[in-house]
């Protein structure tokens, strides 16, 4: 008796599931295989669509923006927050002041976040410009959303947005570490830097590679920002694969011009999510043969 | 978690002092960084647009309290906050009802099927290919009908309840059966269990999960987006808000889009502030970044 009441409450989130998530999967599995703009009949036409997307110029493009967006925001994040983690696991005077100041930029909406940034950096009247040349140090406005720079901007930004994520994440990893080891240690006669190199990276591996993997497949998927701040322009320069995709999906931004592609769409977004998917499972194994060398 | 590594000890030696001086130098550099986009769009907010665009000022030569009143009610952010509020409290309250309801079944019961089912659900939290499952989606709530209202947005929100239902079910184990089966043997059924003892003692989980749970959809961009081309009086507030940097005239207004901006902060800040503590339990192992 009890397991059909079980069932009764499973019910609404099996049946969610199903229908929100796993049949809109499927359907996409289907339609990659079609040639469909979202109106008349879809044509089967095989792997034609996975034939163009090797061709696509604009889809590799945005696979190397995609590139540079990722490898300039990972640089740059996960040494800074686990610098400021492991500071900030000390017994240190404000730490926990610390700990929500870095944090604080985390509960932005990547919307919000990229307005704010669009009106910091704007390039006529960008509060950022204005400082700069009311200090004297440039004497032009610099362009920060043109085209030479717009990229190294929206990577300045997501380093922002993202710090006080992973520094959260490395201080959860720094907690799960043994007290006695430290004081073992201390008895052994090491010192700070004794510490953080036997006691404290070696320990934090696991941990690390793990966050490093989450780190990879959330900048390799990250988009909304990008699409609000710059739309993908100047130029195509800062458009990456998910906001490709979403442009061949959804054609809506003012200056897309991209066709609405539904057959097509669903085959780039297979390609797109192959791609991240092969990026992790090597990062994953590479890792861990590293893993092992300690 | 209060470790003393030698930061206790009070070392006067030269280089001992320098790297204080270097480390809290580092530390603080970091902190304004962090902190200036935030000051500098508050402050902003209460100027003139005149002084937003042409004076490099930090603070306000006069407060512009209008800009708010200005923002609520032309550029319609009263709209934008009675949808943003609707669609979280809706998106909180239905995950968490669904989450709790599922993880009492899966933790509590034997039945067949069960394995399965938590694969399934830990296949969603996995395998993701992000905006294509967003056209079948809108699709089918063209199809129910439900695209014309916030509803769609609403449903396929509340069907993304993976991480809820771990967060939650990872709680049960500190609910002991010894009460269920007391409980039963009191007169109690399997819903009067879930809805007298599993839910009141469930409090803390339902806490950390619907924190997460609102936060996610009051920060939700992509979704509300797309539902709400073709009727913008549906629009929230990141939607809205985004929206104004390509409106007519609104470059010219940085002022009431930075009075957007703090608008829109400002339920997660309070909520921040005083949920420090369960907040950052909340976002350790949240996808975001």
């Known amino acids: 008796m009890r397991k059909l009441h079980a069932y009764v409450f499973i019910f609404p989130s099996l049946f969610l599931t199903l229908i929100f998530s796993i049949y809109p999967l499927m359907w996409a599995l289907r339609f990659m295989f079609y040639d469909y703009q979202g109106f008349g009949t879809p044509v089967f036409i095989g792997l034609d669509n996975f034939a163009r997307v090797m061709r696509d110029a604009e889809f590799w493009s945005s696979v190397k923006n995609t590139g540079i967006y990722a490898l300039g925001k990972l640089i740059v994040t996960i040494p800074l927050s686990l610098l400021l983690a492991i500071i900030l696991n000390r017994s240190l005077k404000g730490r926990t002041f610390l700990r929500a100041v870095y944090y604080l930029p985390t509960i932005f909406s990547a919307s919000v976040m990229s307005i704010v940034f669009f009106i910091i950096f704007n390039s006529y009247n960008g509060i950022l410009n204005q400082f700069l040349i009311k200090y004297d140090i440039i004497s032009q406005p610099i362009s920060w959303l043109g085209a030479d720079h717009a990229m190294l901007t929206t990577v300045i930004i997501a ?14 990893g720094l907690q799960g570490i043994p007290e006695d080891l430290y004081e073992a240690a201390s008895l052994d006669g090491a010192g700070e830097y004794e510490k953080l190199r036997h006691v404290t990276i070696p320990l934090l591996g696991p941990v690390m590679q793990m966050i490093i993997m989450l780190a990879i497949t959330i900048s390799l998927k990250g988009y909304e920002s990008i699409m609000v701040l710059t739309g993908g322009g100047p130029y195509g320069k800062t458009e990456v694969m998910y906001l490709y995709l979403f442009k061949l999906l959804f054609p809506i931004s003012p200056e897309s011009q991209t066709l609405q592609q539904i057959g097509y769409g669903s085959a780039v977004g297979f390609t797109t999510a192959l791609m991240v998917g092969g990026i992790t499972v090597i990062y994953f194994f590479v890792s861990r043969k590293l893993n092992n060398i300690y | ?187 109690c059924n399997f819903y009067s269990v879930y809805w007298r003892i599993v839910l009141p003692l469930l409090r803390p989980a339902l806490a950390v999960a619907g924190l997460g749970a609102f936060q996610g959809s009051w920060n939700e961009y992509i979704l509300p987006l797309v539902f709400t081309l073709s009727n913008p009086s549906l629009q929230t507030l990141p939607v809205g808000l985004a929206n104004l940097r390509y409106g007519i005239g609104a470059a010219a207004e940085t002022q009431l889009m930075m009075a957007g901006a703090c608008l829109s902060i400002l339920p997660l800040l309070v909520v921040y502030l005083f949920a420090n503590k369960s907040f950052m339990q909340v976002t350790v192992g949240a996808v975001k970044g």
């Open chain 1, 159 to 172: 380093i922002w947005g993202a710090v006080g994520n992973y520094m959260l994440l490395f201080l959860a």
């Open chain 2, 1 to 187: 978690m209060n470790r003393v590594v030698s930061g206790g000890v009070v070392s006067k030696s030269w280089p001992a002092v320098l790297g204080r001086v270097i480390l809290w130098v580092f530390l603080i550099v970091t902190a304004l960084v962090t902190l200036f986009p935030i000051i500098m769009v508050f402050l902003g907010s209460f100027k003139t647009n005149l002084e937003v665009t042409a004076g490099a000022t930090l603070l306000p030569e006069s407060w512009q309290f209008a800009n708010y009143a200005k923002a609520w009610e032309t550029a319609n952010f009263s709209r934008f906050t009675f949808n943003s509020v609707f669609v979280s409290v809706t998106v909180t309250i239905g995950m968490l009802v669904v989450s709790s309801m599922a993880a009492y079944a899966v933790d509590r019961v034997q039945f067949a099927g069960k394995r399965i089912y938590m694969g399934l659900l830990a296949s969603t939290l996995f395998i993701s290919i992000g905006a294509v499952v967003l056209r079948p989606q809108y699709d089918l709530m063209v199809s129910l009908g439900l695209q014309k209202s916030l509803l769609g947005v609403i449903i396929i929100l509340i069907s993304a309840h993976a991480t809820c239902f771990f967060i939650i079910i990872g709680f049960f184990r500190g609910i002991p059966k010894d009460l269920d089966e007391a409980a039963y043997i009191d007169g």
